[in-house]
């Protein structure tokens, strides 16, 4: 197994360009997650879903979209980026197996907004 | 409004010694709470957790009390080690919530000292 797999690892944008950070995960979890890290804030979470089809906001969801078509993928999408979004993402991934099943993280995609 | 606050950024630790890391919640409807450790250029990774129903658990070196009447839960680490040098996370799940939906602390970076 993979487990929690993220693309790009790094990438640099400019103000107003859109871009999609890639999140997959190969442990047939029905649970994912996108936070963000930021210096001072720790992790706070964008969107996130519960099943194929199913997502919901977190505490910072403005300027993100996400959708689940399928179980193994969550695209998180910036359509205009701006500086604020400049962060560190990381993607979870979570079974339902257990009312207090943990989750499994992705390395992070670092994203430098200018 | 931080739901979920770890004040002390950082701490200091002798090799052997006890670590103790804090954290403090607000939100009276959670009810799990978990511990997250983060080494740099990697995603967090699960440590340990406890229900609202314990104050107390233990997982080798880690114990995590919780004082559900302070909203207070705090992490020790007997004896502390170099590999213990990390960045904590406190997360906390709300009663009746989705399991992935977890608010977290903004960290302390644990520091042991050889």
């Known amino acids: 197994n993979a487990g929690v797999t993220q693309t790009p690892k790094f990438q640099v944008l400019k103000t107003g360009q859109s871009m999609t950070l890639q999140c997959a995960q190969d442990?047939?979890?029905?649970?994912m997650s996108w936070y963000r890290q930021d210096p001072g804030m720790g992790l706070r979470l964008i969107h996130y879903?519960?099943?194929?089809?199913?997502?919901d906001q977190g505490e910072v969801p403005n300027g993100y979209n996400v959708s689940r078509s399928t179980t193994e993928d969550f695209p998180l999408r910036l359509l205009s980026a701006a500086p604020s979004q400049t962060s560190v993402y990381f993607c979870?991934?979570?079974?339902?197996?257990?009312?207090?099943?943990?989750?499994?993280f992705g390395p992070g995609t670092r994203l430098l907004v200018l | 409004d931080q739901q979920v606050k770890q004040n002390s950024p950082s701490l200091s630790v002798q090799e052997g010694r006890i670590s103790i890391l804090n954290c403090d919640y607000t939100n009276s409807m959670f009810d799990y709470f978990l511990w997250y450790k983060k080494y740099p250029a990697e995603g967090p990774t699960f440590l340990i957790s406890?229900?609202?129903?314990?104050d107390k658990n233990e997982d080798g070196r880690f114990t995590v009390f919780l004082n559900k009447s302070a909203k207070h839960l705090s992490l020790h680490i007997v004896p502390s080690q170099p590999g213990d040098s990390a960045v904590y996370f406190c997360?906390?799940?709300?009663?009746?919530?989705?399991?992935?939906?977890?608010?977290f602390g903004t960290g302390t970076l644990l520091a042991v000292q050889p």
């Open positions: 406890i229900s609202s129903i314990k």
């Open positions: 442990m047939n979890h029905e649970y």
């Open positions: 997360a906390a799940s709300e009663y009746g919530g989705a399991t992935n939906k977890l608010i």
């Open positions: 979870a991934s979570s079974s339902t197996s257990g009312r207090f099943e943990t989750q499994y």
């Open positions: 879903s519960v099943g194929a089809g199913i997502t």
